[in-house]
């Protein structure tokens, strides 16, 4: 089975920390994904990685950074946390591009509350 | 602005109702449509749709897709309260983007 890791589940934070979420997938796959979640809105994708080193922005990326040195690992940095951060965040992984299977396997998600 | 809704928001029902949530979408060159199931946890892959009129089946949950009045229904029969989940849908651009809807929180009472 496919697995996504997402290493901190729940995080507290102070406004102005910086905030790193790891991710790591199992399976080997070239597409790793950051979305973050809130309610009475859809998923929204921060950025994404298609190769090592290789990240692009997604529809909201601003405050937020990436980092994919290895294939399994992507990581989600926020350099100096602000309340407006306050979310749920979800890493996913695919397998070549979406087109093929359409499925993204996701992690359990980090919930990050900045006070 | 590419957009899915979907509707309604939140659902209440008994055990073994029969529940259609809706997925309706303005997608730019549109290429699929997908849903997915999240409890407390991971979303997991329900179903991808790219044909219209082909219903997709998966024990008592099914799903179709019309492309001309685009949108997307996703049955359950004899719902169960394992159902109880949000329900997401999202749309894939022909950048291979997915567009997702803000979910259908459904509760299932025993």
């Known amino acids: 089975d496919v697995k996504v890791t997402q290493s901190s589940r729940y995080l507290v934070k102070r406004t102005g920390e910086k905030v790193f979420l790891e991710c790591v997938q199992d399976?080997?796959?070239?597409?790793m994904f950051w979305y973050r979640q809130d309610p009475g809105l859809g998923l929204r994708l921060i950025y994404f990685?298609?190769?090592?080193?290789?990240?692009e922005k997604g529809d909201i990326p601003e405050g937020y950074s990436v980092s994919r040195e290895k294939k399994e690992r992507f990581s989600l940095i926020l350099e100096s946390a602000s309340t407006n951060q306050t979310s749920m965040y979800l890493c996913?992984?695919?397998?070549?591009?979406?087109?093929?299977?359409?499925?993204?396997?996701f992690g359990e998600g980090s919930r990050l509350t900045v006070l | 602005e590419d957009k899915v809704v979907q509707s309604p928001l939140s659902l209440v029902v008994h055990e073994g109702d029969t529940v259609t949530l809706n997925c309706s979408y303005e997608?730019?060159?549109?290429?699929?449509l997908l849903w997915y199931k999240q409890e407390k946890k991971a979303p997991t892959f329900l179903f991808m749709l790219?044909?219209s009129g082909i219903e997709k089946k998966s024990g008592r949950l099914s799903s179709i897709l019309d492309k001309k009045e685009l949108f997307s229904i996703l049955n359950i029969t004899a719902t169960q309260t394992g159902d109880s989940a949000v329900y997401l849908c999202?749309?894939?651009?022909?950048?291979?983007?997915?567009?997702w809807g803000a979910g259908t929180k459904l509760i299932i009472k025993p």
């Open positions: 990685s298609y190769d090592v080193k290789m990240k």
């Open positions: 996913a992984s695919s397998l070549f591009g979406l087109a093929v299977t359409g499925e993204l396997f």
């Open positions: 997608v730019t060159n549109f290429r699929s």
């Open positions: 790219t044909s």
């Open positions: 399976m080997d796959h070239e597409n």
């Open positions: 999202a749309s894939r651009d022909s950048n291979y983007q997915l567009i």
